[in-house]
Nanobody, 118 residues
Framework: QVQLEESGGGLVQPGGSLRLSCVNSGRIFRVRALSWYRQRPGMQRELVAQ???????NYEDSVKGRFTISRDGAENTLYLQMNSLKPEDTGVYYC????????????WGPGTQVTVSS
């Protein structure tokens, strides 16, 4: 079974940094992609950053150069390092996994709130 749990959100001033973590309590052998999404107030959920199964990464344009997605396979953990945060980065951040084996499916964490405000 795959269970995802995010942590690391909170309140930060503009220009500050946060590191989000997503721990998977199950065992994943192959993934199509691991991703961070966010849902900003009044907006639809959007893809922020993604690592594909081949290791390639892609980012939403507004976070390029500021956010970095990484994965620690040994710890079954996905990270999102967020620097130079802006008020428009405020939202709920979700971890997502599209798993190929052994438990094929799409999985979401419950989300963690990030608030950027002075």
């Amino acid at each position: 079974q795959v269970q995802l749990e995010e942590s690391g959100g909170g309140l930060v001033q503009p220009g500050g940094s946060l590191r989000l973590s997503c721990v998977n309590s199950g065992r994943i052998f192959r993934v199509r992609a691991l991703s961070w999404y966010r849902q900003r107030p009044g907006m639809q959920r959007e893809l922020v950053a993604q690592i594909k199964g081949d290791g390639s990464k892609n980012y939403e344009d507004s976070v390029k150069g500021r956010f970095t997605i990484s994965r620690d396979g040994a710890e079954n953990t996905l990270y999102l390092q967020m620097n130079s945060l802006k008020p428009e980065d405020t939202g709920v951040y979700y971890c997502n996994a599209v798993v190929l084996s052994p438990y094929s499916g799409t999985y979401w964490g419950p989300g963690t709130q990030v608030t950027v405000s002075s």
